[in-house]
């Protein structure tokens, strides 16, 4: 994979990390377009999510520190415990899934277009029921401990690459019947802390040489840079869309790339 290959992976992620669309999806395609596919997927993979998460604590920094504050600094179990401790039941069934079915998720990764394409499918159609019920709706409420399980569910089953995990966990939170803000924010923090450890192990797995890349320095972090920038304006992009309720036209754009991507694949 060559620098300039590896910034366009990385803007490819950046964008579509956010918007349901699916950003392994579509960074399966770039790579098969690319000609870059092999074992060196996942590392880069692992790195450009990382640039992504440190996109959305920038974009929500502020939350972030009075979520800390709430946490840390005060001894009632106030509004900020109560949310963090709905991310941390969110992140159970991903801790899972992570934990004893690591290689079965590992291998879905790099294998085709078929896979990406169906799932890419499955993403139009939650994206499409969860607009059509939402719409039926005349309020949400706020995330239940039950709306996190679920939602952390549904974030487990989007390991799945080509099934996007925004847009699986916010059309699973809508079909609950959450606010779209709320489950938005929501879906973008419960992300945090899995990637970032994900991203830590597989580094100390590079430093004790278990895991190796044929990748060089410069285009992980040329890609990294790329979806870090792309990444930061997605998030905010993403959160203007989920409130104007126009995730119908990402249902639209993933039936049509799911297609094109089955097709191709035959």
């Known amino acids: 994979m060559t620098w300039w290959e590896a910034f366009i992976l990385g803007l490819v992620q950046g964008l579509t990390e956010f918007l349901p669309v699916s950003s392994s999806g579509h960074l399966e395609i770039g790579q098969a377009l690319l000609g870059t596919a092999g074992e060196e997927n996942l590392t880069f993979a692992i790195v450009v999510h990382t640039a992504t998460v440190l996109a959305t604590i920038v974009v929500f920094w502020k939350q972030i520190v009075e979520l800390f504050r709430g946490t840390f600094m005060t001894k009632t179990w106030n509004s ?23 290689d079965e998720v590992e ?14 499918i499955v993403t139009a159609a939650l994206l499409a029921l969860s607009e059509w019920i939402s719409k039926r709706r005349s309020a949400g409420h706020e995330v239940t401990y039950r709306d996190a399980l ?24 809508l079909l609950c019947g959450v606010k779209k803000e709320e489950v938005a924010k929501f879906s973008f923090l419960m992300v945090l802390i899995p990637i970032l450890g994900e991203a830590f192990l597989s580094l100390i797995d590079i430093l004790k040489g278990e895991e190796t890349t044929t990748l060089g320095w410069l285009p992980l972090v040329v890609g990294f840079i790329a979806a870090f920038v792309s990444g930061a304006f997605a998030c905010r992009f993403m959160i203007e869309i989920v409130r104007k309720q126009k995730l119908i036209y990402f249902a639209i754009y993933c039936l049509i790339v799911g297609a094109v991507a ?4 035959l």
């Open 80 to 102: 900020e415990k109560q949310y963090v401790a709905k991310i941390l039941l969110s992140m159970i069934p991903v801790f899972v899934v992570g934990m004893f079915f690591k």
């Open 262 to 265: 089955v097709v191709y694949s």
């Open 150 to 173: 679920l939602i952390g569910c549904a974030q487990a089953v989007a390991v799945l690459p080509g099934l996007s995990r925004s847009g699986t966990t916010i059309a699973t939170g």
């Open 107 to 120: 291998a879905f990764f790099g294998n085709g277009l078929m896979l990406v394409g169906i799932c890419l």
